[in-house]
Nanobody, 115 residues
């Protein structure tokens, strides 16, 4: 059974940094795309960043230049370095993995940025 577990969330002041990590276990296939989503209360879930198996990255416009996604294909783990955090970044952050067999999700980790 595939499980994704996020870690690294918390409370930080505006301008601060956090690093989120995601570890996937029970994986018996290749993960093609590693992703981070976020969802704030009352808002839809947004794709924040993604990294493909060959290293191509993509970011939500509002986080470009502040967030950096990295992936470790060999260990099925990926991270999201978040710098210059702002109150609008407050949300539950989810990691997700896409494969030919479908998508898998973590349960989320709360990130709260105080002003």
């Amino acid at each position: 059974q595939v499980q994704l577990v996020e870690s690294g969330g918390g409370l930080v002041q505006a301008g601060g940094s956090l690093r989120l990590s995601c570890a996937a276990s029970g994986v018996r296939f290749s993960i093609n795309v590693m992703e981070w989503y976020r969802q704030a209360p009352g808002k839809p879930r947004d794709l924040v960043a993604s990294i493909s198996r060959d290293g191509n990255t993509d970011y939500l416009d509002s986080v470009k230049g502040r967030f950096t996604i990295s992936g470790d294909n060999a260990n099925n783990a990926w991270s999201l370095q978040m710098n210059s955090l702002q109150p609008d970044d407050t949300a539950v952050y989810y990691c997700a993995a896409k494969s030919v067999f479908g998508s898998y999700w973590g349960r989320g980790t709360q990130v709260t940025v105080s002003s």
